[in-house]
């Protein structure tokens, strides 16, 4: 593994550099009213310089502006990059809370080791998310939308040899998004490529890195075309065993109260809201097993009627009820127009903690100081 240690003393503090042009107040509100998801940003961004001289540097939060790129820079050529998504909430009595970033934090340094990038010291990636709600808080909207935080780092050196990049640039951006629900529930419909592959053994599958989403947009437009709305992908191996969305992980609820989701184990994207599900579950006494979970299975579960809901699972969507699967060779229904019961209940209780209804049994919401 690669050791890229970080000169001098760590310092978290990061300098707040407010714009002199915000968005007047007035657009700001239309702006928020209904936003489509990754498409309203907000005043400001949080950015962070490495080098091999200087380690983490110049920590900023500033006003959101383009970066000047060099043709030679190096994450154009060898896609040296990786990035999170997690969430900040305005609860009933106006604090604002993020859901488990420390776990965030976690991640992201395990893709950077994983990409042989310089971690961003834990410490100093929440510091730089707090700031930047802090700075950007009238942005975070009110009831059940959320501000979609986006945390991402790239290689940033002007050279074309190919090795590590010895110049890196972290930055987080933000956008209010609203509840991904509105406009009713609908479950979703699966397509499951036969063909593409997202992650192999030894490979990049569980860094959550922009090469995976590009490995898996084909798939993604094949879903589209064929009336579907996201990718179910196999194991790169023996295509027999399911893994998880494009962005999204994956749970199958039987009739005898027992849940299975495949198990991680390097192809797969270890997500917070997978592991804050499998804790859930187990909390009201059900039986959650990680395993692997065959196609075949799969199939045979919901033509027998033991599979009595399947739901996906990630931080923009929370959780969504899958209603349907296909390929080219077969279909499977697991529910027509409903969400699960479980489904359902998983959802509530999760958003409920998250916007401070349902009290936080796990230490699992950190409020943000707006006032540093
Ligand atoms: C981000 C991501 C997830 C979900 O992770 P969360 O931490 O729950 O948001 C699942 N699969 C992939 C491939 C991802 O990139």
Redesign the pocket.
């Known amino acids: 593994m690669l050791d890229v240690t970080t000169p001098g003393e760590q310092d978290s503090s990061i300098e707040v550099l407010p714009t002199s042009t915000p968005v007047p107040a007035e657009d700001r509100r239309s702006l928020m009213a209904d936003p489509a998801f990754g498409s309203v940003f907000t005043d400001h961004m949080a950015t962070i310089r490495w080098n091999g001289e200087r380690g983490w540097h110049n920590a900023q939060v500033r006003a959101r502006a383009p970066f000047p790129i060099d043709p030679a820079c190096s994450v154009l050529h060898y896609a040296q990059e990786i990035f999170e998504?997690?969430k900040a909430y305005r609860q009933a009595d106006d604090r604002i809370a993020l859901f488990r970033p420390a776990?965030?934090a976690r991640?992201f340094a395990d893709s950077a080791r994983r990409m042989a990038m310089p971690p961003v010291p834990e410490e100093l990636f929440l510091a730089a998310i707090k700031a930047l709600v802090a700075t950007d808080c009238d942005w975070v909207p009110h009831g059940e939308g959320s501000l979609y935080l986006r945390p991402f780092m790239f290689s940033s050196e002007a050279f074309l040899g190919v090795r590590p990049s010895n110049e890196y640039t972290f930055c987080v951006i933000a956008c209010p998004v609203g509840n991904y629900f509105k406009g009713g529930v609908k479950p979703l419909n699966l397509w499951l490529s036969e063909e593409h592959s997202?992650a192999a053994p030894g490979g990049t599958?569980a860094a959550?890195c922009g090469g995976?989403?590009a490995a898996g947009l084909l798939a993604q437009a094949e879903a589209q075309q064929n009336g579907c709305d996201q990718v179910v992908f196999l194991d790169a191996v023996e295509h027999r065993w399911i893994e998880?969305?494009?962005?999204?992980?994956l749970f199958f609820v039987m009739n005898d109260n027992s849940i299975v989701t495949p198990q991680l184990g390097g192809t797969?994207?270890?997500?917070?809201?997978?592991s804050s599900i499998i804790t859930l579950a187990r909390d009201c006494g059900l039986s959650v097993e990680e395993r692997r979970y065959a196609i075949t299975e799969w199939r045979n579960d919901a033509a027998s009627g033991r599979l009595i809901e399947a739901f996906a699972?990630?931080?923009?969507a929370v959780v969504a009820g899958i209603g349907s699967a296909r390929s080219a060779s077969f279909e499977l229904t697991v529910a027509d127009r409903q969400t699960g019961r479980l489904t359902k209940a998983l959802r509530d209780e999760l958003i409920g903690m998250q916007l401070g209804h349902i009290p936080d049994r796990h230490g699992w919401i950190d409020i943000v100081d707006l006032t540093a």
Not at 244 to 249: A, C, D
Not at 268 to 274: E, K, S
Not at 313 to 316: E, I, M, S
């Open positions: 998504g997690l776990q965030n991640r997202r599958g959550k995976n989403y998880e969305l494009g962005g999204m992980n797969i994207l270890p997500g917070i809201t997978r699972c990630g931080t923009a």
